[in-house]
């Protein structure tokens, strides 16, 4: 289960085994046609291999609890209006002895207050700003992940240490069950 697909539709499963394989996104997905056969029938081939669901994973969608392995969120929640929302969502659907794989972009401290002062203020209308509703410290993600029914197992978060200090933004990838 993969929520936040993307319009494409084309996540994970397409590139790994499994037996079933759902991609939720708020989203229609979209027909590619590009004018090159293979490239048509390349991406229409990742497509099939995932069923998407056109829905917002904000509301109880029309899945049985706890009936995933896994439940991926890449790349999702610093772009929607609630955050929390999406992540119990995740939680209501995977299996007691499931998992989360959790990636999201976060700042350091000076990142931060720049993003929210600085670039917010000076620039309320760029696209950037518009689709990144949240912001996320990497030390607030544990509590983040644990109101929405999380336990993080394993944290990676890639870069030089001064990364966490100086004022970028960093992916930081979890590994979280439920708890």
């Known amino acids: 289960m993969e929520l936040g697909i993307g319009p494409l539709g084309i996540g994970w499963s397409a590139f790994t085994p499994t037996t079933r394989a759902i991609g939720v996104d708020p989203l229609a997905r979209l027909a590619i046609s590009t004018g090159n056969d293979h490239v048509d029938q390349f991406v229409a081939g990742l497509q ?17 609890e706890a009936s995933f392995d896994l439940v991926v969120c890449d790349n999702v929640v610093d772009h929607t209006q609630s955050p929390l929302a999406i992540l119990a969502e995740g939680r209501r659907l995977v299996r007691p002895d499931g998992h989360l794989l959790f990636t999201v972009n976060v700042f350091s401290a000076v990142g931060l207050v720049k993003w929210r002062h600085v670039t917010r203020r000076l620039h309320p209308n760029h696209t950037n700003v518009l689709c990144h509703p949240h912001s996320f410290l990497e030390g607030s993600l544990g509590n983040l992940l644990s109101g929405a029914g999380w336990q993080a197992l394993v944290t990676d978060a890639p870069g030089r240490p001064t990364r966490r200090v100086a004022g970028h933004s960093y992916q930081v990838r979890v590994i979280a069950r439920p708890v």
């Open 48 to 64: 099939k291999r995932t069923e998407f669901i056109q829905a917002d994973a904000t509301k109880p969608l029309p899945l049985n």
